[in-house]
């Protein structure tokens, strides 16, 4: 196997990491979205796309459940956003059967029809509490990352303002502070809500996707440059120049 092979089988460019991946570089985020959600803080990483936002959920998600956390992960691109409301709260709390192992407990269409009568908010309202909260006793967390595709739709203010709304709903209801959501994707806080007549999403805490540093790049990085450069800690340091910390 040449050095080419070699790099080709070391380095994975595109995609999300899992978990443990060699080529995977701890930042600051890591160490701040774990204690946050484990802290109980609703957490939001938005920045520009390529800056590992969801390989940083695989490891903290991990993490989490080995520690016994439920977590549950929900990429919304996944559902679409040329759909009714209805169709798409549905196609959210399906997800999130799924994402929690529940679909042998309970049966999404029977439950769905059971509560035709509310609006999709409040539909997902009673899954939490009538599901999510009695099916397990431990900490929630919820993870919806590419929350960017939804931007464009008419009814987005009204799911955020949810989000919103639970974290609100933990002052009256201690059930509520078990459970914690994770926003990742391609925005600001400020374009969640954008109806003047609500408030603004004004809650959690941001996490910010800083570039590689250059001793925590070296351990993962470095290994698969040893044989194809005369100088890999040089090569490594011009790349992470080059790429303002962002070689993949």
């Excluded at 309202?125 to 967390?141: G, P, R, T, Y």
């Excluded at 929350?147 to 949810?162: E, Q, V």
């Excluded at 603004?200 to 001793?215: C, D, P, R, V, W």
């Excluded at 993962?220 to 992470?240: D, R």
Aim: proline letters at 2%; charged letters at 25%.
């Amino acid at each position: 196997m040449d050095g080419q092979e070699d790099y080709e089988d070391y380095y994975q460019v595109g995609g999300s990491l899992e978990y443990q991946h060699p080529t995977y570089v701890e930042r600051q985020a890591d160490h701040d979205l774990y204690h946050g959600l484990k802290n109980g803080n609703y957490c939001y990483v938005l920045n520009s796309r390529q800056m590992g936002k969801s390989s940083l959920r695989v490891q903290v998600m991990k993490r989490l459940r080995q520690e016994g956390t439920k977590c549950a992960s929900i990429d919304i691109t996944g559902i679409g956003s040329n759909v009714i409301a209805t169709e798409w709260y549905g196609a959210f709390v399906s997800e999130l059967l799924r994402g929690f192992g529940l679909t042998r407990k309970i049966d999404f269409k029977s439950w769905w029809h059971q509560h035709k009568d509310l609006s999709p908010t409040q539909r997902l309202k009673e899954f939490i509490e009538d599901v999510l909260f009695k099916q397990f006793s431990q900490n929630i967390v919820i993870f919806i990352d590419e929350i960017d595709s939804i931007l464009r739709t008419s009814f987005k203010d009204d799911f955020f303002a949810f989000i919103r709304a639970c974290y609100n709903c933990r002052v009256d209801d201690s059930e509520y502070k078990r459970l914690t959501f994770c926003l990742l994707g391609v925005a600001t806080p400020s374009t969640l809500i954008q109806n003047k007549d609500r408030t603004s999403f004004n809650i959690g805490q941001a996490i910010e996707l800083t570039g590689f540093e250059l001793e925590a790049a070296q351990r993962a990085l470095i290994p698969g440059l040893v044989e194809n450069a005369e100088k890999p800690t040089q090569v490594l340091v011009e790349i992470l120049y080059w790429t303002g910390g962002q070689p993949f």
